[in-house]
């Protein structure tokens, strides 16, 4: 209901930063091996890997915003459709247990494997590891969205204002999901391999940061034409700086210049630590300015 009392602080923010992280790493791993550009599953167990660690710290920080760990397991008992924290719930639920699943499987070699990849060897003569992933992909895409419904679904003005939080937290997702995945990616592999790939996920990175500049500018227009766009106000000097020049502009420009020299001069990609920091500042920054600002 509108101006209802909400009191949402960091806990909050976190979740809804590595939940978009964890749904966006999922996507870019399903995709990946639905693709099969993932040569030797290297992207898929980094990206399965991240889905279930940060899930799990996301949820932890639900449950611990929530006070009583009892709370949370009384949104179990009841599913109601209608109830957007209901829903929510079963969707973290869901998508921990394909996460936790994608591992096992990612890393199921042969039957001579040990332990995980023994278990994922014959998991996966049972069920087929892409059906699973192109499954679980349609869950990873509700997951990183629903951070930004849930806001929307509060009635609270400024979150109520636009439906493009859902879209724009799934951008952003994407985008902070592949930039943590190329730290591990990028120092793991150098090969050629390594290079065609590392040019793949910064070219799907400039096309989630383009569409997530494109519905913020959209957003940020409905919210001028309604008179709410006064709600940013107080972090104007952090949502310009911080979201827009460091977490989206910088980022794609970087990108850009990377992809031109690896594809007309043929230069190597190499670590390339800076850009990624630089999108995950500006993911989190973009949760904390919309959570901050539904409640100025």
């Known amino acids: 209901m ?48 991240v889905a279930l660690i940060g899930i799990i710290i996301g949820s932890l ?7 009583r760990p009892e709370r949370f397991l009384n ?26 699943l994608s591992v096992i499987m990612i890393y199921g070699t042969s039957k001579d494997a040990k332990g995980i990849g023994k278990l994922g060897y014959y998991i996966s003569l049972v069920i087929p590891r892409k059906a699973v992933n192109a499954i679980g992909l349609s869950v990873g895409v509700f997951l990183a969205a629903y951070t930004g419904v849930l806001l929307t679904e509060t009635s609270r003005p400024f979150w109520s204002d636009t439906p493009f939080l859902g879209a724009l937290f799934l951008a952003s ?22 290079q065609r790939n590392k040019y793949k996920l910064k070219l799907v990175d400039n096309i989630a940061i383009l569409a997530e500049m494109v519905i913020l500018l959209f957003m940020l227009i409905e919210l001028h034409n309604i008179g709410h766009l006064v709600y940013l106000k107080k972090f104007k000097g952090m949502f310009i700086i911080g979201v827009i020049i460091v977490g989206l502009i910088i980022p794609v420009i970087s990108n850009f210049i990377h992809i031109i020299k690896y594809r007309i001069k043929g230069s190597k990609l190499g670590m ?15 949760r904390y300015v919309v959570v901050m600002a539904g409640q100025a």
Request: charge should be negative.
């Open 173 to 194: 997702g994407v985008s902070t999901a592949i930039a943590f995945i190329y730290f591990f990616y990028g120092a793991k592999r150098h090969d050629e391999i390594g």
């Open 2 to 49: 509108e101006g209802q009392v909400i009191n949402w602080g960091w806990p909050i923010i976190i979740y809804l930063f590595l939940g978009g992280l964890a749904g966006g790493a999922y996507i870019i791993g399903a995709l990946a091996d639905l693709c099969d550009i993932d040569e030797d599953k290297l992207i898929g167990k980094i990206s399965f890997l």
């Open 272 to 286: 390339d630590f800076i850009t990624p920091i630089l999108i995950l500042i500006g993911g989190f920054l973009l």
């Open 75 to 100: 949104v179990l008992k009841v599913y109601k459709f209608t109830s957007p924290m209901s829903v929510g719930v079963w969707g973290v639920i869901t998508f921990t247990a394909f996460s936790i």
């Open 61 to 67: 920080c639900l449950i611990y915003d929530l006070g």
